[in-house]
Nanobody, 128 residues
Framework: QLQLVESGGGLVQPGGSMRLSCAAS????????IGWFRQAPGKEREGVSC????????FNAESVEGRFTISRDNAKNTVYLQMNSLEPEDTAVYYC?????????????????????WGQGTQVTVSS
């Protein structure tokens, strides 16, 4: 059974850092493109960052460029999202998602409808 489990969320002060993890089971992330998405209350889900296992290409939303970094540990079959300089506007439920490289080989955009495996989400709250 393919499963993605996010962890690492919580409460952080503005300007702080947090690292989210997305652990995969039942399949190898080496053959997938992984994306991070988020959804704030009353807002639509938006793409944050993605990483292709084909060529290592990454793509970040403009709102997080220079602050968030996506990375992968093949040995642990886990993808990370390092978030720095967090702002209250980053408060949301964060989801990781996966799609086969056959569908998305290079990360050039973030379209949630293209991803077919999703985790349950982890809450990130940025507040003083």
């Amino acid at each position: 059974q393919l499963q993605l489990v996010e962890s690492g969320g919580g409460l952080v002060q503005p300007g702080g850092s947090m690292r989210l993890s997305c652990a995969a089971s039942g399949f190898s992330l080496k053959y997938y493109t992984i994306g991070w998405f988020r959804q704030a209350p009353g807002k639509e889900r938006e793409g944050v960052s993605c990483l292709s296992s084909h060529d290592g290409s990454t793509f970040n939303a403009e709102s997080v460029e220079g602050r968030f970094t996506i990375s992968r540990d093949n040995a642990k079959n886990t993808v990370y999202l390092q978030m720095n300089s967090l702002e209250p506007e980053d408060t949301a439920v964060y989801y990781c998602a996966a799609v086969q490289l056959l569908v998305i080989r290079h990360c050039v955009s973030l379209v949630s409808a293209e991803y077919d495996h999703w985790g349950q989400g982890t809450q990130v709250t940025v507040s003083s």
